[in-house]
């Protein structure tokens, strides 16, 4: 197996005051579960920590991106959370994970992705 992207941000959003999601700062907004034709199962993991020092400034470890832009893709790819946790004296609190196929969605977003539209 290749593990190329084995770490990759699909989400990332910091600063969360109390547990209101909607105020907090989305850095890379959302991008769906897109495995690779003939690649098997992949691992999805969402990973909630704690800022226990408050509003942190991510600066250039967690630059804000364009989902579309292939730039925004390459820097999502590689990505390393426990690194990340650690540089920025983040907890993990609660997580979930689900598991994803290769299939009709996955296609026609890795087409969207391709293409640039949105």
Request: aromatic share 12%; glycine share 10%.
């Amino acid at each position: 197996s290749s593990y190329s992207s084995r770490s990759f941000v699909h989400w990332a959003v910091v600063n969360i005051p109390g547990a209101d999601i909607e105020l907090g700062e989305t850095r890379r907004p959302y991008v769906g579960a897109f495995p690779q034709p003939g690649t098997g199962v992949h691992r999805y993991v969402f990973v909630l920590f704690e800022q226990r020092d408050g509003k942190c400034d991510f600066g250039p470890t967690l630059p804000e991106g364009d989902w579309m832009s292939s730039l925004d893709l390459d820097t999502r790819a590689g990505w390393d959370p426990d690194a990340f946790a650690r540089e920025h004296g983040l907890e993990p609190v609660g997580w979930q994970c689900f598991r994803a196929e290769c299939d009709a969605y996955a296609l026609e977003l890795m087409q969207s992705l391709r293409s640039g539209a949105s």
